[in-house]
């Protein structure tokens, strides 16, 4: 059985930082590529990054660029999203999503993600 789970979530102040953390079981994770998405109050879920399942590939939405990276730790079967400079709009549900083993990249859409977390709440306010 597959599952991610999601910490590292909290309040934190515009401008400051957080780490989400996605910590992966019953999947062979070296083979697999993850993602990190978002919901805000109110609207639907959406794309935040990507990673190939080397690490040696990463994807982000134009929003987060420049201020969060995604990365993973293959002997921890573990992805994180370091996300610095927060703005309140930032505010949201992460989740943590996996393809199955043998794709290469991750994407955009959700569609392409076979397992998905139960979300970590990051709220960015003053």
């Known amino acids: 059985q597959v599952q991610l789970v999601e910490s590292g979530g909290g309040l934190v102040q515009p401008g400051g930082s957080l780490r989400l953390s996605c910590a992966a079981s019953?999947?062979?994770?070296?083979?697999?590529?993850m993602g990190w998405f978002r919901q805000a109050p109110g609207k639907e879920r959406e794309f935040v990054a990507a990673i190939s399942w080397t690490g040696g590939s990463t994807y982000y939405t134009d929003s987060v660029k420049g201020r969060f990276t995604i990365f993973r730790d293959n002997a921890k079967n573990a992805v994180y999203l370091q996300m610095n400079s927060l703005k309140p709009e930032d505010t949201a549900v992460y989740y943590c999503?996996?393809?199955?083993?043998?794709?290469?990249?991750?994407?955009?859409?959700?569609?392409?993600?076979?397992?998905w977390g139960q979300g970590t709440q990051v709220t960015v306010s003053s």
């Open positions: 999503a996996a393809r199955r083993p043998g794709y290469y990249s991750g994407t955009s859409y959700q569609r392409d993600y076979d397992y």
């Open positions: 019953g999947l062979t994770f070296r083979s697999s590529a």
